[in-house]
Antibody
Framework: QVQLQESGPGLVRPSETLSLTCTVS????????WRWIRQPPGKGLEYIGY???????SYNPSLKSRVTMSINTSKNQFSLKLSSVTAADTAVYYC??????????????WGPGKMVAVSS | DIQMTQSPSSLSASVGDRVTITCQTS??????LNWYQQRPGKAPKLLIY???NLETGVPSRFSGSGSGTDFTFTISSLQPEDIATYYC?????????FGPGTKVDVK
């Protein structure tokens, strides 16, 4: 059974860098894309970006200047870094698996989410 | 970015009722549309992909349809466990944007 689990600090100071890791268990890491999505408290879902096994990545243009994703295939982990954070970056951060479908991609397995607050 | 709208933003229905949610996109998305269910305090769950394909293990009371820019999600007979917020998502153009969500309550 495939499982994803986010980990990292739950509190980040303004202007610093948010760092999260998603550990994937029970899956073929190379067969899918790996995604990050966030959800501010009481609000909807915002797509952050994806990374492939090869290391190629694509980010939401609204966050592109501050986002870096990386992948560690030996540990079945992928990571998110978001720099220069402000209170607007306070959210639950989800990692998810992207599965190719006939037409496109669907996020078929999600981690439980990691709440990250930005506060001094 | 492709803009997504959903209606209604919330609804309340009785157990056994038929519930319909609509999703509209700002441009044709070539049938690349998914639906997710998010129960309170939980991560989203994929219910339907590519407009009308039911994800494995998802009850058959959930269904989807549509094309072009207009899509519909239906619960044929609402159950108490269906209390959740439902999101549509387009997967045709990056970034893969989500609709604002429809909150479903049971009367």
């Amino acid at each position: 059974q495939v499982q994803l689990q986010e980990s990292g600090p739950g509190l980040v100071r303004p202007s610093e860098t948010l760092s999260l890791t998603c550990t994937v268990s029970g899956d073929s890491f190379s067969s899918y894309s790996w995604r990050w999505i966030r959800q501010p408290p009481g609000k909807g879902l915002e797509y952050i970006g994806y990374i492939y096994y090869s290391g190629s990545a694509s980010y939401n243009p609204s966050l592109k200047s501050r986002v870096t994703m990386s992948i560690n295939t030996s540990k079945n982990q992928f990571s998110l870094k978001l720099s220069s954070v402000t209170a607007a970056d306070t959210a639950v951060y989800y990692c998810a698996r992207g599965r190719h479908t006939i037409v496109g991609d669907a996020f078929d397995i999600w981690g439980p989410g990691k709440m990250v607050a930005v506060s001094s | 970015d492709i803009q997504m709208t959903q209606s209604p933003s919330s609804l309340s229905a009785s157990v056994g009722d038929r519930v319909t949610i609509t999703c509209q996109t700002s441009q044709d998305i070539n049938k690349c549309l998914n639906w997710y269910q998010q129960r309170p305090g939980k991560a989203p769950k994929l219910l339907i992909y590519d407009v009308s394909n039911l994800e494995t293990g998802v009850p058959s009371r959930f269904s989807g349809s549509g094309s072009g820019t207009d899509f519909t999600f239906t619960i044929s007979s609402l159950q108490p466990e269906d209390i959740a917020t439902y999101y549509c998502q387009q997967c045709d153009n990056l970034p893969f944007t989500f609709g604002p969500g429809t909150k479903v309550d049971v009367k």
